[in-house]
């Protein structure tokens, strides 16, 4: 151990600077340029991220069976988004009930309807367009109404030129079906407009019914996540109530000690949400065999579908922040 | 440097710590704090680091008026002391170095190369430049406390505070940490010592002429008088 101030060594160039020194005062704080604290604060978020897992290992038991809950919650969230993406395949067809008729007047010119086509294919709303010539139209009347011998007997074909039109998705509103309808209706040579409102109505509340109740469902899994991240953090905290002091001590702001407690609930979100994830796909990978001719019998060629990227992010992002505001629930109100 | 102006801490079981103390320390002043165990003098030393709020009075650092200071200004002030514990409050799954460099990441002021420099500055000082990568539980009391002490200077501060920061060591080893202490002071560092050991306090103060505080039932009073 040096005894003398004189006898530093060249390590110690810093101290001994200090020798030469006057007496010491309380003052200003050091200054530092605005890149070596931007440096200092992003190294600290830098460690405490990478720390954060860490420190779930100080007691893997809680942070194993915290990961679990959440997991368990966000499964049943992947779960009922999966059996609504499933879903959504196994009735695409019925989206075709979404379609518009219109019938135009008899002996309308050809040109006429050449005209009226181009005018629909303009149309930003619509999709897809079908002209449906009268002969054609004849021809399915015999084949699905079993009117062959009545439909013989007619001297002329009395059938008219119809389109069949498909809004695109975002069209396909009951409101925006019906004004559809109606700028449809006040279109030239147009004899009438048929639409199942109804079926659309009915249709759109379904699925906002649906969406309801998985917000509500994510709602819910925030608050339990909230919870339980909160308890785990609250045992962390407990644990290392030692080190937050010492670190008090040194001249840490409460920011400081707080922020690997933060990490430590965005870690366990993640985790939860990797663990759901994966839960959920591996479920419906074990039933695809079982499950996908049965869905091809009743609607050929669908298969069922894993959960991909598209609603992995989201999970991650919504547990993540979960997990964020259960330690910022305990972290700050425990002078963690 | 630090003036204490009436200060009064009474505890919500009723107890009181301090009554109506006024106490002055000056800049590269090294003073020692005596009394005995619950005298008040944790609680003294607790409200100069601004860890506890007295009851009554005023708490002066620098001239400044702390005691009533937002808790999102203390850590300004704290990171001007260094503090030293009986127990030395060592994180105990981080190295020596680590230990040491805390306060200057926690200052978040300082550039790796910059920390680097002082924390071996600091670690040489106190004779540890060889145990820097062992963890606390392989040292010595001794040179445990030293690591403490390393760290409370380790950002150059103007004041250092240090709570019997020789009873849990060997006589030895308490001779070292005094040495060390007084080395810091001669640097410029105030230095405020408390302690029960009259052995000490009869050694430092008889042949460095250190002045004495005496705290006794809340009551501080010069030793020497």
Redesign the interface.
């Known amino acids: 151990?040096?005894?003398d101030?004189g006898q530093?060594?060249d390590?110690?160039?810093?101290?001994r600077a200090?020798?030469g020194?006057?007496?010491?005062?309380?003052?200003a704080?050091?200054?530092?340029s605005v890149g070596?604290?931007l440096?200092?604060?992003l190294?600290?978020h830098l460690s405490c991220f990478a720390a954060g897992i860490g420190r779930l290992g100080n007691s893997p038991g809680h942070a194993i069976g915290s990961c679990l809950a959440i997991g368990l919650m966000l499964a049943v969230a992947l779960g009922l988004v999966a059996i609504v993406q499933n879903a959504r395949n196994l009735f695409a067809p019925l989206s075709q009930l979404s379609q518009i008729s219109l019938y135009l007047k008899s002996e309308t010119p050809a040109e006429n309807v050449a005209q009226l086509e181009q005018r629909l294919r303009a149309m930003p709303e619509l999709g897809q367009i079908e002209h449906v010539t009268p002969d054609a139209a004849l021809a399915e009347l015999k084949r699905n109404a079993d009117l062959e011998k009545a439909i013989s007997t007619l001297a002329t074909n009395p059938l008219p030129h119809a389109f069949v039109v498909l809004p695109k998705m975002e069209y396909r509103g009951a409101e925006q079906t019906k004004s559809l309808r109606d700028v449809l209706s006040a279109l030239p040579d147009v004899e009438a407009v048929t639409v199942d409102l109804e079926w659309v109505t009915r249709w759109q509340t379904g699925i906002a019914w649906v969406y309801r109740l998985v917000g509500f469902l994510a709602a819910l899994l925030v608050a339990a996540i909230v919870f339980n991240v909160a308890n785990t953090i609250r045992l962390a905290v407990e644990l290392r109530r030692?080190?937050a002091?010492?670190?008090?001590?040194?001249?840490?702001?409460?920011a400081?000690v707080r922020r690997p407690y933060l990490y430590m609930g965005l870690w366990l979100g993640v985790l939860g949400s990797l663990l759901a994830w994966w839960a959920v796909n591996m479920a419906l990978y074990l039933v695809r065999d079982e499950m996908n001719p049965l869905l091809a019998s009743y609607v050929p060629g669908v298969q069922l579908q894993l959960l991909g990227w598209e609603s992995l992010v989201p999970a991650l992002l919504l547990s993540a922040f979960a997990g964020w505001l259960g330690a910022f629930s305990v972290a700050t109100g425990r002078r963690a | 440097?630090v003036e204490l102006q009436g200060i009064t801490k009474r505890y919500e079981d009723g107890h009181v710590a301090l009554d109506n103390v006024d106490f002055r320390l000056?800049?590269?002043e090294f003073a020692f704090l005596t009394g005995r165990s619950g005298a008040g003098k944790t609680s003294l030393l607790r409200i100069i680091?601004l860890?506890e709020r007295p009851s009554a009075g005023r708490v002066l650092?620098?001239?400044?008026d702390v005691t009533r200071i937002a808790?999102?200004n203390v850590?300004?002030?704290?990171?001007?002391m260094g503090?030293v514990f009986q127990d030395f409050?060592?994180?105990p799954k981080q190295t020596v170095f680590e230990n040491v460099m805390?306060?200057l990441?926690?200052?978040?002021?300082?550039?790796?190369p910059e920390m680097h420099?002082?924390v071996?500055?600091?670690l040489?000082?106190?004779?540890l430049?060889d145990h820097e990568t062992e963890y606390p539980h392989e040292l010595s009391g001794g040179e445990q406390q030293?690591v403490a002490i390393a760290?409370a200077?380790v950002?150059?501060?103007?004041?250092l505070l240090a709570d019997e920061p020789t009873g849990s060591v060997d006589p030895e080893s308490a001779r070292?940490i005094m040495?060390?202490l007084q080395?810091f002071n001669?640097?410029?560092?105030?230095v405020l010592v408390a302690t029960h050991d009259s052995q000490l306090l009869d050694m430092y103060s008889r042949q460095f002429g250190y002045p004495v505080w005496e705290l006794e039932h809340g009551a501080l009073s010069d030793a020497r008088q």
């Open positions: 151990m040096s005894a101030l530093f060594t390590a110690t160039a810093t101290i200090d020798a020194r006057s007496q010491r005062s309380f003052g704080p050091q200054s530092a070596v604290r440096r200092g604060y190294r600290h030692d080190e002091q010492v670190h008090y001590l040194v001249g840490a702001t409460r400081y | 440097m000056r800049s590269g680091s860890l650092l620098g001239g400044d808790a999102r850590p300004r002030w704290r990171r001007q503090i409050k060592l994180l805390l306060p990441q926690v200052a978040g002021t300082y550039t790796r420099r002082r071996r500055a600091a040489d000082k106190v004779g430049t030293r760290r200077v950002s150059r501060p103007a004041l070292e040495g060390l080395q001669r640097v410029g560092v105030a």
